[in-house]
Nanobody, 124 residues
Framework: VQLVESGGGLVEPGRSLRLSCATS????????IVWFRQAPGKKREGVAC????????YYADSVKGRVTIARDNAADAVLLQMASLTPEDTGAYYC??????????????????WGQGTQVTVSS
């Protein structure tokens, strides 16, 4: 199983960014894919999750209404579209996967597989 994040970078406040989590070695229908982020000195925080089999999505309160998680069927990837970014969105963003099809944003330990992360910096 391999997860590879991409799409991070430096962006001004108020702008949008789309992250991608490319997967291999998994059948997306059998997994939950979760995006986490971690700012320096802070705990890893769940951002959004999708259960591919039925399309259920879950979001942290801090991003609800600004972030959309979606499956890219053509690329076996999961996208995280983020809008109206603020400096508080700065951090390393990781995608994770679990075969239990559980979306538990509060518990990174539920997930068996992790990508290497992509850095998002929101600054003027």
């Amino acid at each position: 199983v391999q997860l590879v994040e991409s799409g991070g970078g430096l962006v001004e406040p108020g702008r949008s960014l789309r992250l991608s989590c490319a997967t291999s070695g998994v059948t997306l229908e059998d997994y939950a894919i979760v995006w986490f982020r971690q700012a320096p000195g802070k705990k890893r925080e769940g951002v959004a999750c999708i259960i591919a089999r039925d399309g259920s999505t879950y979001y942290a309160d801090s991003v609800k209404g600004r972030v959309t998680i979606a499956r890219d069927n053509a690329a076996d990837a999961v996208l995280l579209q983020m809008a109206s970014l603020t400096p508080e969105d700065t951090g390393a963003y990781y995608c994770a996967a679990n075969p239990y099809r559980l979306c538990v944003l509060s518990d990174p330990q539920v997930n068996d597989y992790w990508g290497q992360g992509t850095q998002v910096t929101v600054s003027s």
